[in-house]
């Protein structure tokens, strides 16, 4: 029998995911200038992440992504100095949070609402840049160790999918879907890869490279990109398209904006309103079932996306 998500995603009516995490959080007034990110954040202060995740649900989201992209085990032992177990706690109280808003707020609507297990690359524990890039290299027997303790954690706390997200690099693309079967054959996931540009993800490999190793993989949910400028998106969406042969493609750009990493500091015009309105249900009609905002969205933007696709139910 398949999945409530797996149901809705071939039922082809949108799916909509949150925004950025860290972006809200600032707004709230927390500090994530730490090597840990809004990571931090569920050790300091967890309520502001539950808070978080509610209102995106409010906003419109139907999917609400965990606070553990940067929180790796290795992570979490090297910078909170804590036990292999403490850390998983950590990872586990992601998954409670999203859990306690999705179920306060699905009290008042009618529809499913889900909860995904965000895990970040090898390059954000590097804290180089490097997940925007690709270039680096670890065994996959190492690279499977990386990541097996957090997605241990992420699904025994009651994840329905696993968000492999902001994906770089071929090597680490093929570590974790054989951690995926192998390990954890009953659980979904979708992946998403950050880009060099339209046609290739960071590490120069092309999109039809990719999309060839998920061929026969049935818990893969949807493919498709994140963390990317919007235009980009859309190009490499419509690349992507013929190539993926089952579930759906998924999307969720920046806002528009760009980051000057020698200013440190975001630069440029943000995609908002009526242009990002026309531009969601551009990414709708190249095929992307699941659509929602990565860095310095909101939950206003999340709510212009809803709107924009309310002719699609």
């Known amino acids: 029998m398949p999945s409530p998500l797996l149901t809705h ?5 949108p799916l909509l ?3 950025a995490l860290a972006t809200y959080l600032e707004t709230l007034g927390a500090d994530i200038s730490g090597a840990l990110w809004s990571a931090d954040i569920l050790v300091k ?4 992440i539950k808070k978080t995740h509610l209102d995106y649900y409010r906003a419109g989201a139907n999917i609400g992504i965990t606070a553990s992209y940067q929180a790796s085990i290795p992570g979490l032992l090297k910078h909170l100095g804590l036990s292999e177990e403490e850390a998983k706690c950590v990872v586990r109280k992601s998954v409670e949070l999203v859990i306690d808003a999705r179920d306060e707020y699905a009290s008042k609507i009618k529809g499913n609402l889900f909860v995904a297990g965000s895990v970040g690359p090898y390059g954000a524990f590097l804290a180089d840049g490097s997940e925007y890039r690709g270039d680096y290299s670890l065994p996959k027997e190492a690279m ?9 954690a992420l ?13 770089p690099a071929k090597a680490e693309v093929e570590a974790l879907l054989e951690l995926l079967v192998t390990e954890f054959p009953r659980t979904e996931a979708w992946f998403s890869f950050n880009l060099r540009d339209s046609g290739h993800i960071s590490d120069g490999t092309c999109l039809s490279e990719i999309a060839a190793l998920f061929e026969g993989v049935e818990q893969v949910v949807a493919l498709g990109f994140n963390c990317v400028p919007d235009d980009v998106a859309l190009v490499a969406l419509e690349v992507l398209k013929p190539l993926v ?9 920046n806002s528009g904006e760009q980051w000057n990493a020698r200013a440190r500091e975001w630069e440029g015009n943000r995609t908002e309103g009526s242009t990002l309105a026309d531009k969601t249900v ?4 190249a095929g992307a079932g699941m ?14 996306m809803k709107k924009s696709l309310e002719g699609f139910h």
Do not use: Q
């Open 9 to 13: 995603i071939t039922s082809h009516i």
């Open 17 to 19: 995911l949150d925004g």
């Open 45 to 48: 202060n967890p309520s502001l």
């Open 144 to 152: 499977k160790a990386f990541h097996r303790a957090r997605i241990e």
């Open 155 to 167: 699904v025994e706390a009651g994840v329905d999918v696993l968000a492999c997200e902001t994906i």
């Open 245 to 253: 042969k089952r579930g759906t493609l998924i999307v969720y750009p």
């Open 282 to 285: 551009k990414w709708w009609e």
């Open 291 to 304: 659509i929602g905002g990565c860095c310095r969205t909101t939950p206003e933007d999340i709510k212009v």
